[in-house]
Each structure stands twice: as structure tokens, then as C-alpha cells.
């Protein structure tokens, strides 16, 4: 086994004690889990952005374009996101769902580790770093901001039917809930605004056409952003709130699946990190 | 250790027995001192609750002394008979009131088991005490180890999981449907007394804007200057009904008051803000039909007084648990107070076995007669001797050991030093 493999297994290792400590704590049955649990989280993070890091390095483009570097850099944003959050605001609980979810994106992209990134990236350079980078941290912070709604969700049934349980008196209250997925939609939308403009000028400055606004991923990330527009109208013009406007953000995280990973397995497309041919070079 | 609780409580005395002996914070110096004035050397801490008086000393003779004791504390009233104080009164010694001082921190002798106001109240009181320079060492020591054992009971039973009050449990519900209620706004509809209480509970967790309707305007009117909020009509109800983060209804009328049609009104004007909803009255004020509409959480009286009974009995079921830990507790303070005593008196013991036992091997051996001796023979005899000695002292090490666990180590080692001169070979080294 290489290097390489071993120490993204530890990363991702790191992750799922992670996983399983966020989760016995939100259950209930360590409650003071959930501090090791964002500490292993950070420690599994760190290592695999090294990985990526080298990985880059290696193949001398960004490490964007295979489905374990994609996977990879999703749940790092989306890690990222929850870390830098959880300083600031009140997010108990929610590593319990947060963790596990990131996990899951790191086991699907562990198994992709030895295979090869697609085409080269048509476009190197700093542009390119911008725009992949704005659009992981969109999808990234999106993400933690659809989390929050499913933990509104759980919070609004266990009120409704008066599951008092562990998780209730676990997870924050549903106000902080709602506070914490309006402030992230509107982060994600103004990352995936810039990411999207950064795209349309790339497009621009290599004489791209009609194939690139017509590229399924490029549509499908299109409705994820009016989505996004729909949600931030929601509340900042109509300021509505509530279990209704929870659903949007988790709906939302379909459509973000479906834009990210989903459209490849359904059409071609120019955004070709999903291809699988074995791997030829690389470090 | 000579430690020392005597009190009255509500396990002993009815309130006004109890509010006899009851000591505002302020007047708890002044008691002190008058108590430290009639006992010098002594260690003194007074923990007064509505529950609860409780004298804790050390260097006091309190069965001895209790009588006085008992008009210190009631203030000099003398209407009691001596029967009637010994009946209301309890005195415990050593670690008995080392138990007691675990369980009051606890709350495992509180009225409603596991409510944790009880650990700031004695907080505040041993920071009195040391603030009048009333607490030694021994006090000092006890009431750290009684904070440990109540933060260990809290962290890993369920004594304290759970709201058991009405009240309480509104809060409870408030603070997991908001995150600060200071900026919410708190409806009372009717003016009912346990209605009132759960409002008093939301104002202390920061509910500042309220609004009081009542069918008689005075009464809310009276209400609504004591907790510094709005009197409303009573049949204004509807239209203010949107502007209410926390509706409380607790009205005597024979009807529903609050309709789920005006809720739905309610919360399309809130744009679906959470709204919270408790209905103490009986028969119910609240529709039941509202607790179907999104984003509205309707709790009535059952279901409050439901989870009140669950929460009741899960404390029950970690009542045993705690007690453990408080035995824990109790037998690492006597390892404290008296296991250092212990320890000092079971090594002068093997200092002196091995000291009597080496000095008469080195005469004995060094006889002449001896002197041909071969070295196994000599080792023989050197392990004879150790043995007898060793037979020799093992029932008092026993006895000592026995009398530190039954907290009477003090006396014995008196008698020890006494007998075998340890203390006159310490002066002489």
C-alpha cells in the first residue's frame, strides 16, 4: 500500500471516531463526546488537506478533478464551514449530523483514491483556483446550512410531539437553528455568485461558447442558485421563518447533490471530475 | 475532626418553626461572630434557606453544648420547651454531618430532589463564612469536597435532568424554541397563580416585554404593574395575539378563549415565527386544534404535568446513584481527615517493631556463645523475631484501622502515643 493511501485512511479513520463520538454525544450516551469528536475532526481534516495538498502538487493542477479529491475538498468545506462556525455561534448537537454526514462524502471518495482525475483542467492558474475554491466553500457552507435545517426539523417534531429526549435537550433551540441556516444561505449565495462569475469570465477569456452554458452541470448549478436567490428573498424581503422555510434549505441539498455529483451520472458534461479511468502518473 | 451540623429543616419543623431560625444573608456575619464569641476556636459556616438553618462547626462540642446552641439560632426566642427543640432540631457529628453537608450540596435533601439552586446557596454561604474569617481548614476542605460530590452528581446522574414544575417546564420550552428571551414578548392571559409563577420563571431568564390580559382590567392592571408590563383589553385578545412570541392562558372560563382560526390569523401575520403556547387552565383556554398549525407549539396542563412526573421518576431512579457517590464522597474526606492520622501511627508502629526487633537480634547475636552461629541459622532467628513482633502488633494496626473507619482514630491515637512514648521519641528527635 502506498503512502498516499495510508495516510488518507487515517484521515478518514479520524473522521469516523469522529462520527461515531458526535454521534453517541447527541444520543445522549457521552455527552461530553462532541468536543474530542470537532478536535478528531479538525486532526482528520488537516491531514487530508495535506493529501490534497500533495496530490496538487503532484499532478501539478488543482486537486479538483477526480472523484476522491472532489469528495474530499466537499467535506473539508463543509468541515471548515461547521469549525469556523461553531466558534462563533452556539452549535451543540449539530456535529452529531455534521460529522457523520462528512464521512459519508469521505467513504464514497476513498474508493475513487486510485483512480484518475479526468481531463486535465482546460485552465490553470489563479482564476481557476478562485473560482473552484468559492464554489467548495458555497457548497460547503450551503451544506452546514441545510444540516441546521434538518436539526430544525428534528428540534420542530420533537416539540410537536413532545419527544423530550436526549437530542431534544441536545440540539440548540429553534430560533438559533433558523438564525444559523439564514446567515449560512446567505454566505453560499454570495460565494456561488462569485464562483459563478469567476466561471462566466474564464469561459470568456478562453473564447468558450454555448457548450459551456448549456453543460448540464452548469444548469443544474444554475437552478441551485435560484434556489439559493429564492430562499435569501424569502427571508430578507418576506422574512419568513419556520419549519417551511427549513424544508427550502433541504430541498436545496438535493439540488446540491444533484448539481455537484448527480448530473454526471446522467449526462456528459465539461465539468468531467467524475470520470473514472485508472490512474497514469501522479505522484 | 470534630466537625459538627446542627439544624432545623423542613424534614423536622413546620415554617413557623423554620422561619424562626431563618437568617437573611445579611444578618449571617453578625450571627457568626456572636456564635465564634461564645466558642473561640472554632470553624463556623451558616447555610440558611427557606428549607433549611444549618449550623456547621468544627471544635465544638454540639451535644454538649446544644442547648445554647439552639437560642443562638431561634434568635433568643424562648418559647419552646427543651422536648419541642430536641424534636425540631437535629444535631450530627463527624461524618454523619460530613454525609449530610454531601447530601444537602447535592440536592439529595431537598424538597424537589435534584433542583440545583441549593448548590449556589451554600456556595454563597461558606463564601460568607470565610469573607468573616469564620472557615479553617477542616470546613474549607468539606465544602470543596461536598461541590466536587454535587458536580459529579449532576455530570453523571440524572438527578437534575428534567424540569418537575409547571413553571419551570414553561421555561424549558421557551428556551428551546428562542434563543434570548429578552427580546420576545410574553402574553398572560388570565391572571391564575401558577400562570403568574411561570411568568415570574421567564422574567428571570430575561423576558422583559409582556402583555396582560384579564377579564377583570383591574387585576391585570395590578398584575401588569407588578411585572412591569402592558394591561391589554381581554377582548383585544386576537389582534394582539400575533405580537406574542409566548402565550400563557390560565383563565377560569368555561369555554375555549384562544381559537385555532385566531392562531392560524396569528401566524400567517408572524410570517411562521415559532409561537409557544402553555394552556394551565382547566377546562382548556387554548383550541386544541392549534397545536396542528405549523410552527405553533401547544403544551397544556397533562401534557405539562406528564412530563413532570416522567422527569420525577427518572430522578427517583438516580436517587440510589447519587447516593453512591455521596458514600464515595464520605469515605474519601474520613481518607482525608483521618487516613493521614492513620497512616502516621500504622508507620511508628513498623518504625518501632523494626527498631525493637533489630536492636535485640544485634545483642542477642552478638553474643558470644553465638558467634560460631552459621549465617542460615542466624537468618532464622532474625526472621522469628520479625514474626513475633509482627504477630505482636497486628490486632492494634486492626483496631486502628477499624477506629478510622468508624471515625473514632482521634481517641486512639492518644491512647497509642500515650502507651508507646511516640510522642515523647518525636520531642527527643
Redesign the interface.
Given at each position: 500500500m502506498d503512502r498516499e493511501f495510508i495516510v488518507s485512511i487515517l484521515g478518514v479513520g479520524c473522521y469516523a471516531v469522529a462520527s461515531f463520538l458526535a454521534v453517541a454525544s447527541l444520543l445522549g450516551f457521552r455527552?461530553k463526546g462532541e468536543r474530542v469528536a470537532i478536535t478528531l475532526m479538525t486532526v482528520g481534516g488537516l491531514i487530508l488537506t495535506g493529501v490534497l495538498v500533495f496530490r496538487g502538487v503532484g499532478f501539478t493542477s488543482l486537486p479538483a478533478f477526480n472523484r476522491f479529491d472532489a469528495l474530499t475538498a466537499y467535506a473539508l468545506a463543509l468541515s471548515g464551514a461547521y469549525g469556523f462556525w461553531s466558534a462563533y455561534r452556539y452549535t451543540r448537537g449539530i456535529a452529531g449530523i455534521v460529522i457523520p454526514y462528512a464521512t459519508l462524502l469521505l467513504l464514497c471518495g476513498i474508493s475513487a483514491l486510485k483512480l484518475n482525475g479526468g481531463d486535465p483542467a482546460p485552465l490553470q492558474g489563479p482564476g481557476m483556483i478562485f473560482h473552484v475554491a468559492t464554489a467548495y466553500a458555497a457548497f460547503g457552507v450551503f451544506s452546514l446550512a441545510s444540516i441546521s435545517a434538518v436539526a430544525y426539523l428534528i428540534?420542530?417534531s420533537n416539540?410537536?410531539h413532545?419527544r423530550?429526549g436526549v437530542v431534544?435537550?441536545r440540539l440548540?433551540?429553534?430560533?438559533?437553528l433558523d438564525?444559523l441556516m439564514s446567515r449560512l444561505v446567505g454566505v453560499a449565495f454570495l460565494l456561488l455568485t462569485v464562483s459563478i462569475i469567476a466561471g462566466v469570465i474564464l469561459i470568456r477569456s478562453m473564447g468558450g461558447g454555448e457548450e459551456w452554458i448549456l453543460d448540464p452541470k452548469v444548469l443544474a448549478t444554475a437552478i441551485l442558485w435560484v434556489l439559493l436567490a429564492v430562499f435569501v428573498h424569502l427571508r430578507a424581503s418576506?422574512?419568513?421563518?419556520?419549519?417551511?422555510?427549513a424544508l427550502v434549505a433541504v430541498f436545496g441539498l438535493g439540488c446540491l447533490l444533484f448539481a455537484f455529483m448527480g448530473v454526471h451520472l446522467i449526462a456528459p458534461s465539461l465539468h468531467s471530475f467524475i470520470q473514472m479511468r485508472p490512474m497514469v502518473g501522479g505522484p | 475532626m470534630k466537625l459538627a451540623v446542627i439544624g432545623i429543616s423542613y424534614h423536622t419543623a413546620p415554617v413557623d418553626v423554620r422561619e424562626k431560625a431563618s437568617v437573611r444573608s445579611g444578618e449571617v456575619p453578625a450571627l457568626l461572630q456572636r456564635i465564634k464569641a461564645q466558642f473561640p476556636s472554632s470553624e463556623l459556616v451558616l447555610v440558611s434557606t427557606c428549607n433549611r438553618t444549618e449550623l456547621y462547626t468544627v471544635g465544638i462540642d454540639v451535644n454538649a453544648d446544644k442547648h445554647r446552641l439552639f437560642q443562638i439560632l431561634l434568635k433568643g426566642d424562648e418559647h419552646f420547651r427543651a422536648d419541642e427543640l430536641e424534636q425540631h432540631f437535629y444535631v450530627k457529628s463527624d461524618l454523619e454531618a460530613a454525609e449530610h453537608m454531601l447530601a444537602v450540596a447535592s440536592s439529595l435533601d431537598a424538597m424537589v430532589v435534584g433542583e440545583s439552586e441549593i448548590l449556589g446557596q451554600v456556595k454563597q454561604a461558606l463564601g460568607i463564612a470565610d469573607e468573616a474569617g469564620m472557615v479553617g481548614k477542616v470546613l474549607h476542605t468539606l465544602f470543596q469536597r461536598a461541590f466536587k460530590t454535587a458536580k459529579r452528581i449532576h455530570s453523571e446522574t440524572d438527578i437534575c435532568r428534567g424540569r418537575v414544575s409547571v413553571s419551570s417546564l414553561a421555561v424549558e420550552f421557551a428556551e428551546k424554541v428562542f434563543d434570548d428571551l429578552s427580546t420576545k414578548t410574553v402574553m398572560l392571559v388570565g391572571a391564575g397563580e401558577t400562570a403568574e409563577l411561570a411568568l415570574k420563571s421567564l422574567m428571570d431568564r430575561g423576558a422583559r416585554d409582556v402583555l396582560v390580559l384579564n377579564r377583570s382590567h383591574g387585576r391585570g392592571q395590578d398584575l401588569a404593574e407588578r411585572c412591569g408590563g402592558r394591561a391589554i383589553q381581554f377582548d383585544l385578545l386576537d389582534d394582539y395575539l400575533a405580537r406574542a412570541d409566548i402565550v400563557i392562558s390560565s383563565t377560569s372560563a368555561p369555554h375555549l378563549v384562544i381559537h385555532a382560526a385566531a392562531v392560524q390569523r396569528a401566524i400567517d401575520i408572524r410570517r411562521g415565527k415559532p409561537m409557544l403556547m402553555v394552556d394551565i387552565a382547566v377546562p382548556r383556554d387554548i383550541d386544541p386544534a392549534a397545536a396542528h398549525i405549523k410552527n405553533v407549539y401547544v403544551y397544556s396542563i397533562d401534557d405539562l404535568q406528564l412530563i413532570a412526573a416522567e422527569n420525577i421518576a427518572k430522578r427517583r431512579e438516580a436517587v440510589e446513584q447519587a447516593w453512591s457517590i455521596v458514600r464515595q464522597g464520605v469515605a474519601e474526606i474520613s481518607e482525608h481527615f483521618e487516613g493521614g492520622g492513620l497512616r502516621e501511627v500504622l508507620q511508628k508502629f513498623d518504625e518501632m517493631g523494626r527498631e525493637v526487633c533489630e536492636t535485640a537480634l544485634k545483642r542477642t547475636l552478638a553474643k558470644e556463645r553465638l558467634a560460631g552461629l552459621p549465617e542460615p541459622s542466624r537468618e532464622e532467628i532474625r526472621e522469628l523475631a520479625r514474626k513475633i513482633v509482627g504477630k505482636m502488633l497486628a490486632e492494634p494496626r486492626e483496631a486502628l484501622k477499624r477506629a478510622a473507619k468508624n471515625g473514632e482514630l482521634e481517641g486512639y491515637v492518644r491512647v497509642v502515643n500515650d502507651l508507646f512514648g511516640f510522642d515523647r521519641k518525636d520531642l527527643k528527635k
Open positions: 455527552p428540534q420542530d416539540l410537536k413532545k423530550l431534544w435537550e440548540p433551540s429553534l430560533e438559533t438564525h418576506s422574512d419568513r421563518h419556520g419549519s417551511g422555510i | -
